[in-house]
């Protein structure tokens, strides 16, 4: 008999957390039934699909590849079972804003030169740094982030300590990149992956330098059919193991109790004996829960540090854009500015930095002939006024901003246009101030400082995602599908038999 057989679980989100722990409890035998209030699987990586142009509408890169081969092994699978991988060349490219433009390629030498002309030394610099973010990713990986460490007395052991020690764990990732480049342009680009998990260089632990190890060792790839293939892959995964899959069934409020729950949803109820939350852990609390069991009250989630909410443009253009790359960064010469708006004093950003992201330089399904998919993410601060007209006139500013600084002129060539923003990203994932990633990873908000997995006040209540443990972005939410699926088999499995 399987550890779960004959347990029936409710999945709340079809986002990369919710579909993980779906297989996971499957494959122990749990009759999994993943519920999700939009009309495909995803959550944020969602797809949107208009007049041949096909878009991811929130995660694009594909990084740290180990994580898929690790999620996909543990049911004696591989990704390639599913989907192919491209290695992108360059990784990404990068435009200041004062002309400068540097791509950063797999070819570590070339990358090592491209450093020096920036500062003598830097080379070198750039290379004991990557050696540095290669140790900390390897132990930060296998003993801090598949290890889920929930309380203090977790880190004083003296193992924790024997493999903590050399570790980045403390001080800002602004100060440890400081302590190997000088060149204001290095240091940016030695942070840049500071969006993907929602904070600025000042309020980033430094151990997250781990990233670059990620980014120039690892690489960056792209996935066929892009991360919306990688959600079709999971969904196949989880449908082979016995999950059952409801869209358009928001769920409206979770009552009962372990072994008797009663999950109420616009499509009627449901009755699991276990239920596990993927939507967002405030929405679950606040929205979900009524107040005698929410583990937290509406002051804690009113004082956390929220990663940014995005300015997103879905373009669809005449011809081809190769002045852009697969991955494009535009950033000004001096971005503190911009991580002020969002953190310090949150306005709309007067000099902003973004990314542009062009699939259809890689994969030719994504556009109708002679024609490009592109879209364009800034940075903003959650909980900011959203109207169309603020809308609009921050639209015809990015687009100026990327014909000045790219060379690339998009107006006269658009021929589909979505735009995504504060309400919508609260509208459509219940997000808390329409906050694109959930909980920044400030030092006060990572690790045993994010919500648990185990509700507080429910027994039999579980939660998954960016909100909790490990973190932001998909390979993160990936591995917390995996610690999911291990407290409810820790709580609720039993012996199987030989």
């Given at each position: 008999?399987?550890?779960?057989?004959?347990?029936?679980?409710?999945?709340?989100?079809?986002?990369?957390?919710?579909?993980?722990?779906?297989?996971?409890?499957?494959?122990?035998?749990?009759?999994?039934?993943?519920?999700?209030?939009?009309?495909?699987?995803?959550?944020?990586?969602?797809?949107?699909?208009?007049?041949?142009?096909?878009?991811?509408?929130?995660?694009?890169?594909?990084?740290?590849?180990?994580?898929?081969?690790?999620?996909?092994?543990?049911?004696?699978?591989?990704?390639?079972?599913?989907?192919?991988?491209?290695?992108?060349?360059?990784?990404?490219?990068?435009?200041?804003?004062?002309?400068?433009?540097?791509?950063?390629?797999?070819?570590?030498?070339?990358?090592?030169?491209?450093?020096?002309?920036?500062?003598?030394?830097?080379?070198?610099?750039?290379?004991?740094?990557?050696?540095k973010?290669?140790?900390?990713?390897?132990?930060?990986?296998?003993?801090?982030?598949?290890?889920?460490?929930?309380?203090?007395?977790?880190?004083?052991?003296?193992?924790?300590?024997?493999?903590?020690?050399?570790?980045?764990?403390?001080?800002?990732?602004?100060?440890?990149?400081?302590?190997?480049?000088?060149?204001?342009?290095?240091?940016?680009?030695?942070?840049y992956?500071?969006?993907?998990?929602?904070?600025?260089?000042?309020?980033?632990?430094?151990?997250?330098?781990?990233?670059?190890?990620?980014d120039?060792?690892?690489?960056?790839?792209?996935?066929?059919?892009?991360?919306?293939?990688?959600?079709?892959?999971?969904?196949?995964?989880?449908?082979?193991?016995?999950?059952?899959?409801?869209?358009?069934?928001?769920?409206?409020?979770?009552?009962?109790?372990?072994?008797?729950?009663?999950?109420?949803?616009?499509?009627?109820?449901?009755?699991?004996?276990?239920?596990?939350?993927?939507?967002?852990?405030?929405?679950?609390?606040?929205?979900?829960?009524?107040?005698?069991?929410?583990?937290?009250?509406a002051?804690?989630?009113?004082?956390?540090?929220?990663?940014?909410s995005?300015?997103?443009?879905y373009?669809g253009?005449?011809?081809?854009?190769?002045?852009?790359?697969?991955?494009?960064?535009?950033?000004?010469?001096?971005?503190?500015?911009?991580?002020?708006?969002?953190?310090?004093?949150?306005?709309?950003?007067?000099?902003?930095?973004?990314?542009?992201?062009?699939?259809?330089?890689?994969?030719?399904?994504?556009?109708?002939?002679?024609?490009?998919?592109?879209?364009?993410?800034?940075?903003?601060?959650?909980?900011?006024?959203?109207?169309?007209?603020?809308?609009?006139?921050?639209?015809?500013?990015?687009?100026?901003?990327?014909?000045?600084?790219?060379?690339?002129?998009l107006?006269?060539?658009?021929?589909?246009?979505?735009?995504?923003?504060?309400?919508?990203?609260?509208?459509?994932?219940?997000?808390?101030?329409?906050?694109?990633?959930?909980?920044?990873?400030t030092?006060?908000?990572?690790?045993?400082?994010?919500?648990?997995?185990?509700?507080k006040?429910?027994?039999?209540?579980?939660?998954?995602?960016?909100?909790?443990?490990?973190?932001?972005?998909?390979?993160?939410?990936?591995?917390?599908?995996?610690?999911?699926?291990?407290?409810?088999?820790?709580?609720?499995g039993?012996?199987?038999?030989?």
């Open positions: 008999m399987q550890p779960l057989a004959g347990e029936s679980v409710v999945v709340i989100g079809a986002g990369i957390g919710g579909l993980s722990t779906a297989c996971y409890l499957a494959d122990a035998g749990a009759d999994v039934h993943v519920i999700e209030k939009n009309e495909q699987l995803g959550g944020r990586a969602s797809r949107l699909e208009e007049d041949g142009f096909r878009f991811d509408m929130g995660p694009s890169w594909y990084l740290m590849p180990d994580v898929f081969e690790r999620f996909f092994a543990a049911f004696d699978r591989t990704p390639s079972d599913y989907y192919e991988l491209t290695h992108l060349d360059p990784h990404y490219r990068i435009f200041f804003k004062d002309g400068d433009q540097v791509d950063v390629t797999p070819d570590l030498e070339r990358t090592k030169a491209v450093f020096e002309e920036y500062e003598d030394g830097a080379g070198n610099a750039l290379e004991r740094y990557l050696e973010s290669r140790e900390n990713y390897e132990v930060g990986m296998e003993h801090f982030v598949y290890e889920d460490r929930t309380r203090l007395r977790d880190y004083v052991d003296l193992d924790v300590a024997r493999q903590a020690r050399g570790l980045s764990l403390l001080g800002s990732m602004q100060g440890h990149v400081e302590n190997y480049f000088d060149h204001p342009k290095l240091q940016q680009i030695m942070q992956t500071l969006v993907f998990l929602g904070g600025s260089p000042t309020n980033t632990p430094a151990l997250y330098n781990l990233m670059s190890h990620v120039f060792n690892l690489g960056v790839w792209y996935p066929e059919d892009g991360i919306g293939g990688v959600i079709d892959a999971i969904a196949e995964l989880g449908s082979e193991l016995g999950v059952t899959y409801d869209t358009d069934r928001p769920a409206t409020a979770i009552k009962g109790r372990e072994g008797a729950f009663l999950v109420e949803t616009k499509r009627g109820p449901l009755r699991p004996d276990l239920v596990v939350s993927n939507a967002s852990y405030a929405h679950t609390e606040q929205e979900l829960l009524p107040p005698e069991r929410r583990g937290y009250d002051d804690y989630w009113e004082s956390r540090t929220y990663a940014p995005a300015f997103l443009l373009l253009v005449e011809g081809e854009v190769d002045e852009l790359a697969h991955h494009t960064l535009v950033l000004p010469t001096n971005w503190e500015e911009h991580f002020d708006q969002i953190f310090e004093d949150p306005e709309w950003p007067d000099e902003p930095a973004y990314y542009c992201c062009v699939p259809s330089e890689t994969d030719d399904t994504v556009a109708p002939d002679s024609h490009s998919t592109l879209f364009v993410l800034v940075p903003i601060a959650p909980g900011l006024e959203d109207t169309p007209e603020i809308r609009e006139a921050y639209r015809e500013k990015i687009l100026a901003d990327i014909a000045a600084n790219t060379g690339e002129e107006r006269d060539r658009i021929v589909f246009e979505e735009r995504f923003c504060i309400e919508d990203f609260a509208d459509r994932y219940n997000s808390y101030d329409g906050t694109a990633l959930g909980l920044a990873h030092l006060r908000q990572t690790s045993l400082f994010r919500p648990p997995h185990r509700a006040g429910v027994d039999g209540l579980y939660f998954v995602g960016g909100d909790t443990t490990p973190g932001i972005g998909v390979p993160m939410c990936l591995i917390s599908g995996e610690l999911t699926a291990e407290k409810i088999l820790e709580d609720h039993r012996p199987v038999e030989q």
